[in-house]
């Protein structure tokens, strides 16, 4: 169409997010971050081992059920990809949590992605393909990385302008997120061949939720156990960065490794589901959990 996804989404979109984090972000932050080690352990562990494992578990159970089995394959693939590039990052901000941290795991759980989410296709789904690693790590390289160096080489010159005028980043970048999920939209339904039953799909769309709900909760209870040494902002970042998943590197990785599949819209569905599930659930929370990492930190 005349907005031309395959260019201003796959590349200007996801870059001009990580341009926008790279401007508003503090370099001290930045480095501070990458030392935290334990922070990155837990959400990537998490997020590419716990997660993926649960949910086929939980799938061998929902096997024996009427639901529509490519939506389950669906779920399966949701389980089994990397953090999000962006709403993590822009929820985390809004709580006023530790930004540099979900910045930091957003970028380096993309780069583990490229090599883990296929081999996690592949165990859990069977599927197999030959899946071009270097173009996709160039490419993440140039919309992820370098947008961001590049906003954090600018923020240099600015930073007084910046400081001084407060421009909307969060709004930016929310903004660019809903166009996304929009574009992917319009390009998973306008194939004529979804055959989709509502029962299947009202049910797939509670499982996320509930699915979301249970890892929020359960990545806050260990994160704010007694002996964690987790700080209230660190929290937030976990619960966050853990148990979001990506949509922007996502979909152009089933493309990929389901290629010539008959049923790849149908596989993708849960995972267009999830992403903007995962906004909504995250920012009618953001209030609650703001409250609460004051009254913490107080």
């Known amino acids: 169409g005349p907005l031309k996804p395959e260019i201003t989404i796959t590349y200007i979109a996801v870059s001009a997010i990580f341009f926008n984090s790279g401007l508003s972000l503090k370099t001290e932050e930045l480095t501070s971050a990458l030392m935290h080690v334990k922070l990155h352990l837990f959400v990537q562990i998490f997020t590419l081992v716990f997660f993926p494992t649960a949910i086929w578990v939980f799938l061998q159970l929902l096997s024996i059920t009427p639901i529509n089995e490519w939506l389950l394959k669906g779920l399966q693939t949701v389980g089994c990809m990397p953090p999000p590039v962006s709403s993590a990052v822009i929820l985390t901000k809004a709580v006023g949590g530790n930004e540099a941290?979900?910045?930091?795991?957003?970028?380096?759980?993309?780069?583990?992605?490229?090599?883990i989410t296929p081999l996690l296709l592949l165990l859990f789904l069977g599927s197999s393909s030959s899946v071009p690693f270097t173009s996709i790590f160039s490419q993440l390289f140039m919309t992820v990385v370098v947008p961001l160096i590049i906003g954090q080489i600018v923020r240099r010159y600015i930073k007084d302008w910046l400081e001084r005028k407060k421009p909307p980043f969060g709004a930016i970048s929310s903004c660019v997120l809903l166009m996304i999920i929009y574009t992917t939209f319009c390009?998973?339904?306008?194939?004529?061949?979804?055959?989709?039953?509502?029962?299947?799909?009202?049910?797939?769309?509670?499982?996320?939720?509930?699915?979301?709900?249970?890892?929020?909760?359960?990545?806050?209870?260990?994160?704010?156990?007694?002996?964690?040494?987790?700080?209230?902002?660190?929290?937030?970042?976990?619960?966050?960065?853990?148990?979001?998943?990506?949509?922007?590197?996502?979909?152009?990785?089933?493309?990929?490794?389901?290629?010539?599949?008959?049923?790849?819209?149908?596989?993708?569905?849960?995972?267009?589901?999830?992403?903007?599930?995962?906004?909504?659930?995250?920012?009618?929370?953001?209030?609650?959990?703001?409250?609460?990492?004051?009254?913490?930190?107080k």
């Open 101 to 115: 941290a979900a910045i930091f795991n957003s970028a380096f759980g993309s780069f583990l992605g490229i090599v």
């Open 187 to 297: 390009d998973t339904f306008a194939n004529p061949n979804i055959d989709l039953d509502k029962f299947s799909l009202i049910i797939i769309v509670f499982i996320i939720f509930s699915v979301q709900m249970s890892f929020m909760f359960l990545t806050f209870l260990f994160s704010t156990r007694n002996n964690s040494t987790f700080t209230p902002a660190d929290t937030v970042a976990i619960v966050f960065c853990s148990t979001h998943k990506s949509l922007t590197l996502g979909i152009p990785m089933l493309k990929i490794v389901f290629s010539g599949y008959e049923h790849l819209s149908l596989i993708s569905i849960p995972l267009l589901i999830y992403h903007p599930a995962q906004i909504l659930l995250g920012s009618l929370l953001v209030p609650t959990i703001k409250s609460w990492m004051v009254s913490r930190q």
